[in-house]
């Protein structure tokens, strides 16, 4: 007798060998897609989507681009997934965790090959990791105690980190912008108080730091385009009509006079809002929502500039660098806290109006206005100079730092081959498969910048035997140099995530010996 | 099938579209249905044991789950077949019951299927089989009590509970921190537990996730945490010695539920509406101050004019906080839930000594800590980890674990795991089948052979030779006469469980056995499969 099948219609099921063997595919198909990417001459990936419009995204951004992929494959997904998860953690290497978890599938499916349990090559890999890991932990950098250092050392790691990016030519310049706005957050981690305002033109050269606040909106008509010693109400507040918000209010009349009137009852507590408003003595008005004509005019009218319809980003940042709250209700002019800035201009960048704050009392937020040729250009700039900002805002937060250039994955390798050597038992095997899996990153940042990379790598081996070598691949030059002359630094918190992800990406696949598919949800069930 | 014709010579229809429909019946039906009871069963039975692999499951929108708990690969299999489904009940139940084993004791009921079969074949009747089984189980749980020990610890040693939630969480991928997770486990097990009455509420620990960071960052915090941020970007991120209005009236203008209307025909009605729509927000805001309240938690939203207010008047407030983690926050912090602000009192304030935002990563990801609350009895425990498969699979190992440590404050005896137990009842009900005269004598037999399934799993899984060690393990046991011997799974030289410190609660143990075997003897049971073929 059969058994009648299990599972419903559609599903399937794939068992041991050749489920992992659909899996380890998978996710080195997805490594190898990345893999190009890695380095300083890594190339890029042109991204179309397949919604209306096809919209093109051009970029080098692994996590961008694995984001934006449609995989059917279980286990790519888990890759995509820790790429993702490095974006959010710490925004950088987000295409090494593929990369590294990619070889060390690679590496692993050679020993499953050669008869070795899953289990005895995820406890090597654990083994291997922690080995690893200590191994950077005694070699790391901290210059917390030396602000000047530990400046420099920030501006390293923002150069390191945008070589690989479109902003490599003018790596300078946007690493002493980074390095500006982090500092200007003074430890914390939001993101949101640097605002990128990409516009069009110039040059990627043009694109600047400003130490105010620049606010992408227009000013109204009639009123003034220059306010010194600004006093600003920051507000959220509806300024079209101001509704009843009691439930089941509604206006009924039955003449034209009563609507006359009920219409002029309407103006007058508009009226009554914007003297309210009037009354805390600002000459600045920001509200997040729209500002209908007839307010606007009473505005203009008492010289108030007013903006209105700034997002709601744009509300909290300007709260932050004018140190005004934002407000909704006005009844109490004394005591809500207004903003101050030394001076409110229209500025023109490009063919576009802004406004610009300067002047402004607590610099915690500032803004970046990106130039460049085309939106691809610009929205690739964005992407790199987030990667920066958010690898240096963790490096504030976790001095620690380490040379890059391929060098901490030398050292880690070295380490771990000791311990190799040290094991008894199977476990060897997958230890030594680790430390090649990590030579795999330098091996690929050299293909990738067309180098000779056996000969690179072997070099590199062999001067890393020496205590204390600083020696990582110079791409530019394409040699092996002294990282700590050439100025190349990552950041710890980055490397290390990188390799735990990897460790734990991979060992979470290897364990898997069966893949079941349930049958794709059907059509009608979503109506 | 057999008709009966009236006189007219039609037939009687005692089944409806007998064509549309496949009947499997005697024999047959059982064989059926064991086929498909073992065919669960086989996908199990190699996620058994510390060694044990996972599997990764794709339900129908795609989503990736990778576990190696028993209940939740069935659960998310989406099986077809009745038998399976009954297989998927049975480890659901051993879930909500004991909360782990889930695994074990699918694999345990396809054994006895699996030996049900042999005995079919020789032709005995089923029910003779299912009721020799039901005669095994009982010796083999007798012989389980038999052979359990009782452990003693208590609320400053609790290092047992911590050796016995170790054994649960090595068969998971987070086996890499499992010390770490175990005291974890078992602290929040135990700050929420009721040692007189010996009961604990798993309902006040609260377990939550959030992706990024490593396993070794997650933690036990003795409060709550919500995943909320305050209500207004500029009011205070810390508040110490909080005072919490836990409120479920948004603040808005009040909806009364019967229809009405509200007509303004008059601009002096206009404008009193108007004023009083202003006054409603005022008073709503100051009642909450009045009180005393120092932070308002609010299941529902906010007007924009009452946010301002609110932070204007410096009371920060959470909205869009869920109905579960409400209560929560009310138990933990002595508070009452308050439906009306009319109702508010300073009695009704939940106090919490610390209460503070936190936030996450580069993205703007924040989380709101309830610390030192006044009533200590709920904690949370927060996971970190790589990615959100790694998440899931923790967040269930935890439970994993606190349903064991739960077992352990219910009842203190314990069973030594590694396949000791089900070896050393193996040994008794074969011991035991002589003495049953009759056709049952084999179906005990039978029910000892699949005992030993377990163990042979668990060798199999790690690498050994299932036979010979499982034939080693036995004589030792009968030689020595101690149950305490097992698989020595993580190959540590050594296969007595005591000195490994491998244990299993004894209910957990005797729950398995039970519970399979009534499964299989419902199987057994069926001899009439009737389904309709066109799916």
Redo the contacts between chains.
């Keep these: 007798?059969?058994?009648?099948?299990?599972?419903?219609?559609d599903?399937s099921?794939e068992k041991g060998e050749r489920?992992r063997m659909a899996?380890f595919i998978g996710a080195m198909a997805i490594a190898d897609l990345v893999k190009s990417t890695l380095g300083p001459k890594g190339m890029d990936k042109i991204l179309q989507s397949t919604g209306r419009g096809h919209s093109v995204t051009v970029t080098n951004d692994g996590a961008t681009i694995l984001k934006s992929l449609h995989i059917?494959n279980?286990?790519a997904?888990?890759l995509v997934?820790?790429s993702?998860?490095q974006?959010?953690?710490?925004?950088d290497g987000t295409t090494s965790v593929v990369v590294l978890a990619g070889e060390l599938l690679r590496e692993a499916e050679k020993l499953v090959t050669a008869k070795i349990?899953?289990?005895?090559i995820i406890a090597g890999y654990?083994m291997a990791a922690e080995c690893a890991r200590d191994a950077l932990l005694k070699r790391v950098i901290d210059n917390k105690e030396n602000a000047e250092k530990f400046r420099s050392d920030l501006m390293k790691i923002a150069m390191t980190t945008l070589c690989s990016k479109i902003l490599s030519q003018d790596k300078e310049h946007f690493a002493e912008m980074a390095v500006d706005a982090v500092f200007r957050l003074k430890g914390?981690?939001?993101?949101?108080a640097i605002q990128i305002i990409k516009k069009p033109g110039g040059s990627l050269r043009d694109s600047f730091l400003d130490e105010g606040f620049i606010l992408d909106k227009k000013i109204g008509i009639g009123q003034p385009k220059r306010i010194e010693n600004a006093k600003i109400l920051v507000a959220?507040?509806?300024m079209d009509t101001d509704k009843?918000?009691?439930?089941?209010?509604?206006?009924?009349?039955?003449s034209m006079t009563?609507v006359a009137?009920?219409e002029?009852?309407?103006k007058e507590?508009m009226k009554d809002k914007v003297n309210k408003i009037l009354a805390h003595g600002i000459n600045c008005f920001v509200n997040r929502q729209l500002i209908y004509n007839f307010p606007e005019e009473l505005f203009a009218d008492a010289g108030v500039l007013a903006i209105e319809h700034a997002d709601f980003e744009g509300i909290?940042r300007l709260?932050l660098v004018t140190g005004g709250?934002?407000?909704?209700?006005f009844?109490?002019p004394e005591?809500?806290k207004l903003g101050h800035c030394k001076l409110i201009e229209e500025i023109m960048i490009g063919e576009d109006k802004l406004i610009h704050f300067s002047g402004v009392e607590m610099g915690q937020a500032c803004s970046i206005v990106l130039r460049g040729a085309s939106h691809h250009v610009l929205d690739e700039a964005e992407r790199s100079l987030h990667d920066a900002l958010?690898v240096l805002?963790?490096t504030v937060n976790d001095s620690r730092v380490l040379l890059g250039g391929g060098w901490p994955e030398m050292v880690m390798a070295k380490e771990v081959d000791e311990l190799a050597r040290k094991t008894a038992g199977k476990k060897s095997h997958a230890i030594e498969a680790f430390s090649r899996a990590l030579v795999a990153i330098p091996t690929t940042i050299a293909d990738n910048a067309g180098l000779d990379s056996a000969e690179l790598v072997a070099q590199l081996r062999a001067e890393h035997h020496n205590e204390g070598c600083n020696a990582g691949i110079d791409v530019i030059s394409g040699a092996v140099g002294d990282m700590e002359e050439r100025g190349i630094y990552e950041a710890f918190k980055v490397k290390q995530?990188v390799l735990?992800?990897a460790t734990?990406?991979a060992?979470?696949i290897l364990?898997?010996?069966?893949?079941?598919?349930?049958?794709?949800?059907r059509r009608e069930d979503r109506m | 099938m057999a008709l009966a014709f009236d006189e007219f010579g039609r037939p009687f229809i005692i089944l409806r579209e007998q064509d549309q429909k496949t009947r499997l019946r005697g024999i047959d039906a059982q064989k059926a249905n064991i086929a498909a009871g073992k065919a669960v069963a086989r996908i199990l039975r190699s996620s058994l044991g510390p060694k044990g692999m996972d599997k990764m499951l794709q339900g129908p929108d795609g989503d990736v789950t990778i576990t190696n708990d028993g209940a939740t690969i069935l659960e998310q299999m989406d099986v077809d077949n009745q038998i399976a489904k009954l297989m998927v009940e049975l480890s659901r139940s051993q879930d909500y019951e004991i909360g782990d084993g889930t695994t074990g004791v699918v694999v345990m009921a396809g054994a006895l299927l699996e030996q049900a079969e042999r005995q079919l074949d020789r032709g005995i009747h089923p029910i003779r089989i299912a009721e020799g089984y039901e005669m095994a189980s009982r010796v083999a749980v007798e012989h389980l009590e038999r052979i359990s020990q009782k452990f003693e610890f208590d609320v400053n040693n609790y290092e047992p509970l911590v050796q016995t939630c170790m054994t649960t969480l090595s068969s998971k991928i987070v086996n890499r921190c499992k010390r770490r997770l175990a005291e974890i486990a078992v602290k929040a097990v135990l700050a929420v537990a009721d040692l007189e009455r010996r009961d604990v509420n798993l309902d006040l620990i609260k377990v939550e996730g959030k992706v990024g960071g490593n396993l070794e960052d997650t933690e036990l915090i003795y409060g709550i945490l919500v995943d909320k941020d305050m209500s207004h970007p500029q009011m205070p991120k810390q508040i110490e010695d909080a005072h919490i209005a836990i409120l479920t009236c948004p603040f808005e203008p009040p909806k009364p539920k019967t229809k009405h209307k509200v007509d303004i025909d008059t601009v002096q009605k206009f404008e009193t509406l108007r004023k009083q729509e202003q006054q409603y927000f005022d008073e709503m805001v100051q009642k909450c101050k009045d009180v005393g309240a120092t932070l308002v938690i609010c299941q529902w939203g906010f007007d924009d004019e009452a946010n301002h207010l609110l932070m204007h008047r410096n009371l920060p407030a959470v909205r869009w906080v869920g109905g579960v983690e409400l209560e929560l926050i009310a138990i933990a912090t002595g508070g009452r839930i308050v439906p009306r602000f009319q109702e508010l009192t300073p009695e009704k304030l939940g106090k919490a000594g610390m209460v503070r935002e936190k936030s996450f990563g580069t993205t703007k990801e924040r989380m709101l800590y309830i610390e030192h609350c006044a009533n200590s009895k709920a904690v949370t425990i927060f996971i970190r980890g790589g990615n959100k498969m790694m998440i899931e699979e923790t967040k269930r190992s935890i439970h994993d674990a606190l349903c064991v440590a739960r077992n352990l404050i219910r009842n203190k005896s314990i069973v030594y795991g590694g396949g000791a137990a089900e070896i050393a009842c193996s040994l008794a009900v074969d011991a035991a089948a002589d003495k049953y005269p009759g056709v049952e004598q084999y179906a005990i037999r039978a029910f000892a052979e699949a005992l030993d399934s377990v163990p042979m799993a668990l060798a199999e899984n790690s690498g050994l030779q299932p036979i010979e060690t499982l034939s080693a393990v036995k004589s030792q046991q009968l030689k020595e006469n101690i149950p305490f011997y097992g698989i020595d799974c993580n190959d540590v030289g050594t296969n007595d469980m005591r000195e490994q410190n491998v244990f299993e609660t004894l209910i957990g143990k005797q729950q398995q056995i039970l519970l399979a075997t009534q499964v299989v003897k419902m199987i057994l049971k069926i001899d009439d499969v009737i389904s309709n073929s066109e799916y």
């Design positions: 007798m059969p058994i009648d099948k299990i599972f419903k219609d599903a099921e489920a899996s059917d279980p286990a997904k888990v997934d820790i993702k998860v974006d959010d953690e710490v925004g349990h899953p289990m005895t654990r914390s981690t939001n993101l949101e959220n507040t509806a009843v918000k009691i439930y089941g209010a509604r206006v009924r009349v039955d009563k009137e009920i002029g009852a309407e507590k909290e709260g709250e934002i407000a909704s209700t009844d109490n005591s809500v958010c805002s963790q995530a735990l992800s734990e990406a060992e979470m364990r898997v010996d069966e893949i079941i598919t349930c049958a794709p949800r």
